[in-house]
């Protein structure tokens, strides 16, 4: 039998802890393992499904690390003069090889030229049209010179299934003429809102209706992810409505995130459904904003019922949907890293849940400072805006006082920037 729906009370001994919830979360949603090609331009912030071995040497051939001259090494001596018979550049290599008394004029990345070995760099010459005097003897051969492979050598390995792709990792591919990734498919999220009273965006409201900011905000915090959205847009408050659109994302997505109506009210279909036709994980969290909270399946999808508030909403979201995303697509699904602060005025908090208060964190000449953000009722958006990190209070806590040190959260840690 499913767990009754929330009630009312601070103190629930049938709500989960976030610790509990979200150990849950992870056991249920498994890395996809369903792979795809994608080309190289695609590929960021993708995760390999297989290694990826160095087709070449990078560099290909011995090459100058700075302007200068090449020369042979029993000619480095100072005060020695040579003649200059050649230039070296990148993309134009001098084909000929370095005779005794000889020097070539080379430019970053360009090929060593046969004979040379090591490369004086220009300000250590005094060059006189076609010979240069050397400033500066007993270099040793491989001055100044990049060996073939110092980079990537031709066969090595160079990333391991489960890598994510970054930038760097997009430049090491590309320098191996490597146009063509297998990855792991992106999840799939679908996600929708309920309610009558919501209006879209670019529609004037009537009595009793708002705009529905819940679906993009929820578009946006995906946006940082890898995955394919699926926006079902608003439905109805009904229970069929409610049941079509759960049907169709259970079939279709590997995700479900909705918002609103997983509380008791009458209207509260979404309840109902899953009770009915899905599996429930929980329904509540030990938390504050966010505690009408239902986690189950829905056909094949992972279901996240989100409360309806919208800073309810990117606060759970954060805090166990993202983490679920990170690891359906293969990524490091890590905790976030929290730090201590010193707090610069009073909170004040009920015994309960544990408390995520927006705040705002910066250095004083003392280290890290906190203090509140707006107003903390989970309809005030706006202080999200405001905000920067949340100040994490204790379930047990009753509050904290000006002075005292407190663990607080990083918006940078949750809320990646796109």
């Excluded at 979360?25 to 071995?53: K, M, N, W, Y």
């Excluded at 918002?259 to 036709?277: C, E, F, M």
């Excluded at 490091?332 to 929290?338: G, R």
């Excluded at 602060?341 to 015994?351: G, M, N, Y």
Aim: glycine content about 10%; proline content about 6%; overall charge negative.
């Amino acid at each position: 039998m499913p767990e009754a729906a929330p009630g009312c009370d601070e103190f629930d001994p049938n709500a989960k802890t976030l610790e509990q919830a979200r150990a849950a979360v992870l056991e249920a949603c498994r890395t996809i393992t369903q792979s795809e090609q994608v080309t190289l331009e695609d590929a960021l912030g993708r995760t390999l499904a297989q290694p990826v071995h160095a087709r070449i040497d990078v560099p290909p051939a011995a090459v100058s690390a700075m302007d200068g001259y090449a020369l042979r090494a029993a000619d480095a001596t100072d005060g020695a003069c040579l003649a200059l018979v050649g230039t070296s550049a990148a993309g134009h290599p001098w084909d000929g090889e370095l005779q005794p008394g000889q020097c070539v004029r080379i430019l970053t990345g360009a090929v060593v030229p046969a004979g040379a070995e090591l490369v004086i760099m220009q300000e250590q010459v005094q060059r006189d049209d076609e010979s240069i005097t050397l400033r500066n003897g007993g270099l040793t051969p491989g001055h100044n010179i990049r060996g073939p492979g110092s980079d990537t050598a031709a066969g090595s390995p160079l990333y391991a299934s489960g890598q994510r792709i970054g930038a760097a990792e997009v430049g090491v591919l590309a320098s191996q003429g490597i146009a063509r990734v297998s990855v792991l498919r992106r999840p799939r999220v679908a996600f929708f809102s309920t309610g009558d009273e919501l209006v879209p965006i670019d529609q004037s409201l009537g009595p009793g209706q708002i705009h529905d900011s819940n679906r993009h905000t929820l578009r946006a915090l995906l946006s940082a992810y890898p995955v394919e959205v699926l926006d079902y847009g608003v439905i109805r408050d009904t229970e069929a409505e409610v049941s079509r659109a759960l049907t169709r994302a259970g079939a279709d997505a590997d995700m479900i995130i909705t918002t609103g109506g997983v509380s008791v009210g009458d209207a509260d279909h979404v309840t109902r459904v899953l009770q009915a036709s899905g599996q429930v994980g929980f329904w509540k969290l030990a938390i504050k904003p966010g505690r009408p909270l239902a986690f189950g399946q829905f056909g094949r999808a992972h279901f996240f019922g989100l409360p309806g508030n919208p800073v309810a909403v990117m606060t759970t979201f954060a805090l166990l949907v993202r983490p679920a995303l990170l690891q359906l697509a293969g990524r490091d699904a890590t905790e976030p890293q929290t730090v201590n602060a010193r707090l610069l005025e009073d909170l004040s908090k009920t015994p309960g849940r544990k408390d995520f208060q927006r705040a705002l964190l910066e250095t004083d000449d003392r280290g890290w400072v906190v203090r509140a953000a707006g107003g903390q009722g989970s309809h005030q958006l706006r202080a999200m805006s405001e905000a920067n990190a949340y100040v994490v209070l204790p379930r047990e806590s009753t509050g904290a006082r000006a002075g005292d040190w407190v663990e607080v959260l990083p918006f940078r840690e949750i809320f990646p920037e796109v």
